[in-house]
């Protein structure tokens, strides 16, 4: 038992990882340390997280070892995000100016490779604009590189380091020495501009990722700002304002209209409507008074209180929700990136291919064996170059999120559209997403007799609405506000807790409220009114009566309605083969109603927002590839606990920060163009790694020499140079065919 309370699990971000296979370099490390339970790196979110044994080792262990391999951990466990955000954020900056600097050398160098290839010392030229380019700014490919190669692997640096590298060295030798080939009857070919140009490429790509990166912070900082830095404190000397840091339970604390409440606590004086849509979802403020909880990070809409503070610092729901956004991000296995895997298996069969060209050609080659076989070696090498193999992805992605764009679907990252087409399982939540997220009265049914003129009762009730501060009084007042009705003035207003309002107009008592003040005041309702509620209540609507002394003179129903376009985007889905099921903070009978309008059957209603992130993994268990809509901050833990996060345009910033596509117009007729789109993208991409080794499963056995015991031909490096050029345009084109699919 002593030794399990010695058991913690903490994440901690890395520095210095470039692709996927960086990842798994620092996980091995540290799972391969005594006291370490498990470790977990996550590429996506550039965090490993660690469950160890505290007697055993301690995180400065794990750094070094970290250290020792070319990366570095962050130990600050407080401050270790905004750390992160400042490396990354300069990180972008310094290769961004690294890719400029290296662009306005590799243009001359282009220029006079293609067109003044004659021009007097032409070669020297290209060799001094290009060395900058390949061994200064493209320095991280080959430090990359040579890591990989310490822990026996290879990635796409191991490619473009080899590539330029060799086509560069292979260049200045014959800049300095071209009498070598002269004397052996053989042009000497340079290709300084094939090796900038790939350098320059490939940094293009690792830029877009850096981009990506800088934002992943973004939704934990948001959560954090929820909650207020000061509060007032109660003591015998009177209020002071203290930080929310130095809260401890007990403390009595004032919080004031339109301010967010600090900690978790209960009311012991005082009483407001609190809205708590971050934890329920739910529009409607929710009445509070004494003895009720209150929560971190809610908004008090109307009233003060007092209330004394019960969870502090970690532990309120806000640091909970926080804590839980944070795992689900972290514990996600990062999406090895296609190109990577297949770059891994490329470079080391490329190297044999390479070496067994040399060998064949000094076996058999004859009088010009090692000439010819070194061209060769060189030229299998240079038509391997990776230019298409690093365009193929981003060129695709950078495309398919432009075309998004154009469609309302915004796409934070590869990640979604990778993922997209894989859904067969989405969940929905409820208010904001299949429905507009505002309470609004759809009827009013006034008795068929009147006491008075109906005009006028319809000003009294505009006038006692407009006064109350109920939520749904304000959506009335509109309601009547719309139908050209001005208030009376009325008197003697009250509030009556937990039931409604009165008030007096013409010597005449009115109230308006829940059924409850039906059975206080003993006023008659009709049976067509009655009848009437009872429809409304079976549709799960909110009831409200308007009544005077002796009769219920109205009846208004009140709902928060569905979205158009909701039920025939839940077909549309159904139809293509993918579950739906709708999650609910809601009552059953309302979770019902709704579900049954959007043609949805799974549903699940009264959920916390802990419930829905269990909820995706329990589908995720099932084998099921998840996507997860919601539209406030409740949704946020399932949005990144599912495999593709979709939010709402008109949601909150953090459900927007922490899904990967944001719809903007909030329609979710939008989720199956989106996942359409992800279709489209994922087949491009496939469509454009074949087009970028077809030239390579062509080309690579011309240019070992497979033709020259047949006809005599031997692959010239200079077409090996072009065919690489030539399936970097068929890549890009067919990426911009993307922007005309219809969606």
Known sequence: MALQENIETTSFPVLGMTCASCAVSVESMIGAQTGVKQAEVNYATQKVKVTYDAGVIQPEGMQKVVQSIGYDLILDTEKGNEKQEQVQADNYKALKKRIIAAGILTIPVVVIGMLFMDMPYANYIMLVLSAPVVFYFGKNFFINAFKQAKHSRANMDTLVALSTGIAFIFSVFNTFYPEFWHQRGLHPHVYYEAAAVVIVFIMLGKLLEERAKSNTSSAIKKLIGLQPKTVMLITDEGEKEIEVADVKAGDKLLVRSGEKIPVDGKIYEGNSFVDESMITGEPVAVSKQKDDNVFAGTINQKGSFRFIAEKVGSETMLAHIIQLVQEAQGSKAPVQKLVDKVAGIFVPIVMLIAIITLGVWLLFGGEHAFTQGLLAMVTVLVIACPCALGLATPTAIMVGIGKGAESGILIKDAEALELGYKVNAIVLDKTGTITEGKPEVTSIHWASTLPENADVLKQVFAAMEQSSEHPLAEAIFNHL????????????????????????????????????????????????????????????????????????????????????????????????????????????????????????????????????????????????????????????????????????????????????????????????????????????????????????????????????PVNGFLLNPMIAGAAMALSSISVVSNSLRLKFAKL
């Open 481 to 708: 506000k719309k139908d050209g009705v001005k208030p009376a003035g009325i008197t003697d207003f009250d509030s009556l807790t937990g039931k409604g309002v009165s008030a007096v107009y013409s010597g005449k008592k009115y109230w308006a409220g829940s059924h409850k003040i039906l059975t206080d005041h003993n006023q008659v309702i009709s049976s067509e009114l009655k009848d009437q509620a009872k429809v409304l209540q079976d549709q799960a609507q909110t009831v409200i009566y308007f009544a005077n002394e002796t009769q219920v003179l109205a009846v208004v129903s009140i709902a928060d309605q569905i979205k158009q376009g909701s039920k025939e985007a839940v077909s549309k889905l159904i139809k293509q083969g993918i579950e739906v099921y709708m999650l609910t903070g809601d009552n059953k009978e309302t979770a019902a109603a709704v579900a049954a309008a959007a043609g949805i059957e799974n549903f699940v209603a009264e959920v916390l927002p802990s419930d829905k992130a269990e909820f995706v993994k329990k589908l995720q268990a099932e084998g099921k590839v998840v996507a997860m809509i919601g539209d406030g901050i409740n949704d946020s833990q399932a949005l990144a606990q599912s495999n593709v996060s979709i939010a709402m345009g008109r949601g909150s910033d953090i459900a927007i920060d922490v899904a990967k596509i944001t719809l903007i117009s909030s329609d979710l007729l939008q989720v199956p163009k989106a996942l359409k789109l992800s279709k489209k993208t994922v087949r491009t991409i496939k469509q454009n790694l074949f087009w970028a080794f077809i030239y390579n499963l062509i080309g690579i056995p011309i240019a070992a020499g497979v033709l020259y």
